[in-house]
């Protein structure tokens, strides 16, 4: 059971340091982000305040696309 736990934890680790080295090249900005001020293909985090505790938005414009695609995502 004990080696179970360990290796659910390493898992754990291994996606968190993933995701953390994925979001380490996407700037954070303190306006929301618009079609105009964000080029595409690129993303940027933005506190909207309306993804859950933990977790910040993700703003994408799509390479084909005339709008922004939000996701929440956690800060790790």
């Known amino acids: 059971m004990r080696s179970i736990n ?3 934890s ?3 680790l291994s996606m968190l340091a993933t ?3 994925a979001l380490a090249g996407i700037r954070t900005v303190t306006q929301r982000p618009t079609t105009q001020s964000l080029p595409a ?3 940027v985090l933005f506190n909207d305040g309306q993804c859950p505790a933990g977790q910040i938005a993700k ?3 799509k390479q084909k696309s005339d709008g922004l695609k939000k996701s929440c995502v956690h800060l790790n």
Request: glycine share 6%; aromatic share 6%.
């Open 6 to 8: 360990v290796i659910n």
């Open 10 to 12: 390493i898992m754990v």
């Open 19 to 21: 995701a953390s080295h």
């Open 41 to 43: 293909g690129h993303a």
């Open 59 to 61: 703003f994408v414009h």
